[in-house]
């Protein structure tokens, strides 16, 4: 085992230990902290060596992934109070350690080895005896799962064997792993694809078989797409620069969606991606939040207001259809993000928008901007903030805090920030609502809250469903004045 392969479990252990994330919203902490975002923080500070990332990476998110069904299996095989009643670094330690022997690739007496000597090394020997003895165990069950088909997996629920079999056969998209799991109850889907039951239910009751894709495609590893700014941009580049974009084109693998091409991040080129981002030749933005900009694109006249512009991903593609940052206004409610927004721009070389620090909930807020631009706003966006189901293969430590009155809580900031925004919109002027939620409450629902305010909706509504590990379910409405 290489230095970077070992170097990577220390780091993922500082990491999940740090967030110390919950498997259930009955156990959700108003002071939660994402893993993959402390992950990401270190990563920016470099404290994680640049080779070890993509393991430590796909330590840390594969824990993310199955993680209700690791706390399940582990709390059985500790008799003294589970989970919860460990130091954090042990409990930390031990459902990586459960991840990567039941999903990993390393040989499993590695991987057993391997996390034992970490929990020792932070947790003392009581606790690698601990360690030892359970994750011996989690390697048995891994074992067990290999022989086992789905038919016989089903019949076997819920035996650790048979989830074990069952949540690696949905990971896969194996067809027939998914046929026989579209006859698991959700309860037993619940654990399998590690996803708060009330939302198995919800997704499968609208939308029917293709909810088990949907799961499928959130067990998978994300794959990012790219945005090639570089050839949006009207200065001029270097032959050089031109060569080194071209070379990253060819890397990247291509897929289609609603008609357009899309790339996705090439395997083992994260250097070269580094030099091509730094470069201002390319950004990281999803397939869908892509598609919905380029679906509903800045109108030709007028100006345009990003009302929930967060860092600027959609922004700074607004502003390079738009043929530049103009036209274009910003605004979020955390300062913080509006100056990641200005860096966003200037690193593709073009001058920030715009920008103003508000809450666009709050009627004054909107009544100051009006007096700034009096003419209106031809075209806003309300990329609302929202519960962010649609995200969940992407963020998978999201799902376990999730409620079922999440949608509905968020619904009403939603309704707020479209009856704000409607006072500042000019005549014949437009909102697109977006949201990365597939809830009805966040969607339709407000979409019809907004016809009382005099908006019309008459356009079919855009949406993605994310049953490829590439795509992120997303809604979208044009809100047309009266």
């Keep these: 085992m290489d230095s970077a392969a070992i170097s990577a479990r220390s780091h993922a252990l500082r990491t999940l230990a740090r967030a110390d994330p919950v498997s259930s919203p009955d156990d959700a902490r108003s002071d939660f902290i994402d893993p993959a975002v402390v992950m990401e923080q270190a990563f920016a500070s470099g404290s994680v060596p640049a080779r070890a990332r993509p393991a430590v990476q796909n330590l840390v998110l594969t824990t993310g992934r199955h993680l209700s069904l690791l706390d399940g299996l582990l709390d059985s095989y500790l008799v003294r109070g589970g989970m919860q009643t460990l130091p954090v670094t042990v409990r930390s330690g031990l459902r990586l350690g459960a991840a990567e022997t039941l999903f990993g690739d390393a040989p499993v007496y590695v991987c057993v080895s391997s996390w034992v000597e970490e929990v020792k090394l932070l947790a003392g020997p009581k606790f690698a005896g601990v360690a030892n003895a359970v994750l011996r165990k989690f390697a048995g069950i891994g074992l067990a799962a290999q022989i086992i088909k789905p038919a016989e997996a089903m019949a076997r629920l819920p035996e650790a064997p048979a989830l074990v079999a069952c949540a690696r056969g949905l990971a896969s998209d194996a067809g027939e792993w998914i046929s026989a799991l579209q006859g698991a109850s959700d309860a037993r889907l619940a654990v399998v694809a590690s996803h708060p039951e009330w939302l198995v239910a919800d997704w499968r009751t609208r939308f029917s078989e293709q909810a088990l894709e949907m799961f499928s495609a959130a067990q998978r590893p994300h794959r990012q797409a790219l945005r090639w700014d570089w050839r949006m941009l009207e200065r001029k580049f270097t032959p050089a620069e031109a060569e080194f974009a071209l070379h990253l084109e060819k890397l990247a693998p291509q897929v289609e969606f609603m008609g357009d091409k899309y790339a996705l991040m090439p395997t083992g080129a994260a250097q070269i991606l580094r030099s091509a981002f730094d ?57 913080d993000k509006l100056n990641e927004l200005a860096a966003n721009f200037e690193r593709i070389g073009l001058p920030p928008p715009r920008s103003f620090a508000c809450d666009m909930t709050d009627r004054e807020v909107a009544s100051e901007l009006r007096s700034a631009f009096g003419a209106g706003f031809a075209r806003i966006y309300i990329d609302a903030p929202c519960s962010g189901t649609g995200t969940l293969g992407r963020l998978p430590f999201k799902r376990y805090g999730l409620s079922e009155r999440a949608a509905v809580e968020m619904a009403v900031k939603q309704q707020a920030l479209i009856a704000t925004c409607r006072t500042l919109l000019a005549e014949g002027g437009d909102i697109i609502y977006i949201t990365c939620s597939l809830q009805r409450e966040e969607n339709e629902g407000v979409v019809a809250a907004s016809e009382e305010l005099g908006f019309r909706c008459e356009e079919p509504f855009w949406t993605t469903l994310p049953t490829e590990d590439y795509l992120e379910g997303m809604f979208a409405a044009r809100l047309a004045g009266q």
């Design 279 to 335: 470069a201002g030749l390319v950004s990281l933005q999803g397939v869908a939040s892509q598609a919905v900009i380029r679906r509903f694109p800045p109108p030709a006249d007028g100006m345009v207001l990003d009302a929930c512009a967060g860092v600027g991903v959609k922004a700074v593609l607004i502003a390079l259809l738009a043929g530049g940052p103009e036209r274009l206004v910003a605004t979020d409610i955390v300062a």
